[in-house]
């Protein structure tokens, strides 16, 4: 089993609404998690980081993380063209591995 | 500028020919790592050093070498390389990966390569 699980998608959302992205883990003893948006092409970018249990809000980004149910997620509100791209979730740890990464379609 | 190098950002080789894809940065940074991301499978980790002197092996190693003779640079090699290493390359740095800091990994720019 691999250490992060991401559908790859693409999701696709209308303009205006609300995206969400999941991401499962194997490890419990995982307590922090990244999210990082990868343009097409471009190298990834952190945009949350959400340590312990519970929701993290930045601006229109919210990263929940939930250690019971082993699962992180990223919801992204009044979704927008420019946010069009693939998200990629990853456990802070030794080896600093990612899921496959959801790619998210953002229509007009 | 904070910043990840790595050089040459695109390159065309042939079978069997020995390359290097450099990779620095001027952070101080103890983590260093390369992944190739490839469609469909994500970015996937080829080696990763936690600090100079020290290289570990991620999940997808073979056919490839690291050193980390410095803290600022971590180069690629490739001995002999091979169509099917025909990828994306990033390489990436951390502060550390210890619980007192963010983890936050910065990227480099990206290498193109293809073995012909």
């Known amino acids: 089993q691999k250490e992060v699980e991401q559908n790859s998608g693409p999701l696709s959302v209308p303009e205006g609404a609300i995206a969400s992205l999941n991401c499962t883990y194997s490890?419990?003893?995982?307590?922090?998690f990244f999210w990082y948006r990868q343009y097409s092409g471009k190298s990834p970018e952190l945009i949350m980081s959400i340590y312990s249990n519970g929701d993290k809000e930045d601006g229109r980004f919210t990263a929940q993380l939930n250690k019971a149910s082993q699962y992180v997620s990223l919801l992204i509100r009044d979704s927008q063209p420019s946010d069009s791209a693939t998200y990629l979730c990853?456990?802070?740890?030794?080896?600093?591995?990612f899921g496959t990464g959801t790619q998210l379609k953002v229509e007009l | 500028e904070a910043q990840v190098t790595q050089n040459p950002r695109y390159l065309i080789t042939v079978t069997g020919k020995k390359l290097t894809v450099t990779c620095s940065q001027n952070m101080n940074h103890e983590y260093m790592s390369w992944y190739r991301q490839d469609p469909g499978l994500g970015l996937r980790q080829i080696y990763y050093s936690m600090n100079v002197e020290v290289t570990d092996k991620g999940d997808v190693p073979e056919g490839y070498k690291v050193s980390r003779k410095e803290k600022r640079n971590f180069p690629l090699i490739l001995e002999s390389p091979s169509p099917n290493q025909t990828s994306l390359y990033f390489c990436?740095?951390?502060?550390?990966?210890?619980?007192?800091?963010?983890?936050?990994?910065?990227f480099g720019e990206g290498s193109r390569l293809t073995v012909l």
């Open positions: 990436a740095s951390s502060l550390s990966v210890g619980e007192l800091n963010t983890g936050e990994l910065f």
């Open positions: 490890d419990r003893g995982s307590q922090s």
């Open positions: 990853a456990p802070l740890g030794g080896k600093l591995t």
